[in-house]
């Protein structure tokens, strides 16, 4: 039995689950959907912390606008960290690799394969720049609805383009394209 939680999603095609492991950078495939588990352990005290204390504590501080922007985003990549804690499936399965020269529609399972990749690419570099922009606006003037903004956009930040390992899944990409040449 494989642990499945060191496992990335990657899409769905044809009825099964396709799940990337950034460890070995290989490709394993599921037929079964895993289940929801939701554990407030870990996430409640910590969440709590950093956005009761910590990011007003940060906008009030007497620190240069600079340090206030770096303490902001690492603050941003700890709350993601913690999300992905909170939304985390548990993954008990048993999963096989997945063998691309068995794959019967190779075109078509690397067209979703790269769009999948690439769109992930493209809105987390959108976000990327829309969360430093609110995230300066906030800063600089106190607006909260800029936080909550900039707030919204480090999360899809981090799943897009941090826990999806997506620069591994463009390695992967292009060695299966390879392949199929």
């Known amino acids: 039995m494989m642990k499945k939680e060191y496992l990335t999603e990657l899409l769905a095609f ?12 290989k490709i394993y495939v599921n037929v079964d959907k895993p289940t929801f588990h939701l554990d407030l352990t870990n996430y409640v005290p910590a969440a709590s912390i950093l956005l009761l204390h ?12 600079l340090w206030k922007l770096i303490s902001l985003v690492l603050g941003y990549i700890i709350l993601g960290y913690l999300v992905e804690l909170l939304v985390r499936t548990k993954k008990e399965l048993s999963f096989k690799e997945f063998r ?10 690397l067209y979703i394969f790269s769009r999948n990749v ?32 900039s707030d919204i956009g480090f999360l899809i930040v981090y799943f897009c383009l941090i826990r999806s390992h997506l620069f591994k899944q463009i390695k992967v990409l292009k060695r299966l394209k390879k392949k199929n040449t």
Do not use: C, M, W
């Open 14 to 25: 044809q009825g099964r689950n396709y799940y990337f492991d950034p460890k070995t950078n």
């Open 54 to 65: 910590g990011f007003t504590s940060i906008s009030n501080s007497q620190f240069s606008f």
């Open 100 to 109: 691309f020269e068995t794959l019967p529609i190779k075109d078509e399972f």
């Open 118 to 149: 690439y769109a992930k690419l493209v809105f987390g570099l959108f976000f990327t720049f829309f969360a430093i922009y609110h995230a300066t606006e906030y800063l600089s003037r106190g607006v909260y609805v800029s936080y909550l903004l």
